[in-house]
């Protein structure tokens, strides 16, 4: 079975700090995905890396960077947070790109 | 622009009872099709996917979905719903053979009635 996890699945921080959430794989994907998921909206893609240090930016990149230096870790990076950042975010992976495995989730509130 | 439209935000049926879970999408070429649940606190789990073939598609948990080109629908099926299926059900579309997008509907909630 794919198995994706996040490193936490709550977080509280205050505006302004900088956030890292971490979210790793254990199937030798090379894509990984990060979303946040908010009420009415579904799940809107923030970045998506396909190789070690590749990255595109997805529908809603403002605000935030990613970093993959090894192949199994894809970090979401909120440099400056602020309260409309208060999320669910969600990292996937996968090896064809369409059939994506979802991690559980972080719940990210910042004050 | 590619879209996917989840016409029914609340659903609630009793256990038992069959449900079908509706979903149009907006593409112009053959999309790619999936369902996904998600329980409460968790992440997403792939109940099913089309990508060719047989319009009728068969998953996990009991559920099968129908691809229907003419109505743009990609319809998710269950002939008896149990307890444990309440959660929030999401379908999506990629959009092209290589493409690593997936366009997300809003999502339906099943609420389940003893």
């Known amino acids: 079975d794919v198995k994706v996890t996040q490193s936490s699945r709550y977080l509280v921080k205050r505006t302004g700090e900088k956030v890292f959430l971490e979210c790793v794989q254990d199937?030798?994907?090379?894509?990984m995905f990060w979303y946040r998921q908010d009420p009415g909206l579904g799940l809107r893609l923030i970045y998506f890396s396909y190789d070690v240090k590749m990255k595109e930016k997805g529908d809603i990149p403002e605000g935030y960077s990613v970093s993959r230096e090894k192949k199994e870790r894809f970090s979401l990076i909120l440099e400056s947070a602020s309260t409309n950042q208060t999320s669910m975010y969600l990292c996937?992976?996968?090896?064809?790109?369409?059939?994506?495995?979802f991690g559980p989730g972080t719940r990210l509130t910042v004050l | 622009a590619q879209s996917v439209t989840q016409p029914d935000i609340h659903i609630t049926v009793s256990e038992g009872a069959s449900l079908e879970l509706r979903c149009n999408y907006s593409y112009g070429a053959t999309p790619y099709l999936f369902w996904y649940v998600q329980s409460p606190g968790q992440g997403l789990q792939l109940l099913l996917k089309?990508?060719?073939?047989?319009?009728l598609v068969q998953g996990i948990k009991g559920f099968e979905a129908e691809f229907k080109r003419s109505q743009s629908s990609f319809n998710l099926r269950k002939p008896s719903v149990h307890w444990s299926d309440a959660a929030e059900y999401f379908c999506a579309v990629g959009a092209g053979k290589s493409s690593y997008k997936l366009i997300f509907g809003s999502g339906t909630r099943l609420l389940v009635r003893p």
């Open positions: 996937a992976s996968s090896l064809d790109p369409r059939t994506q495995y």
């Open positions: 199937m030798d994907h090379e894509n």
């Open positions: 089309y990508f060719s073939g047989d319009t």
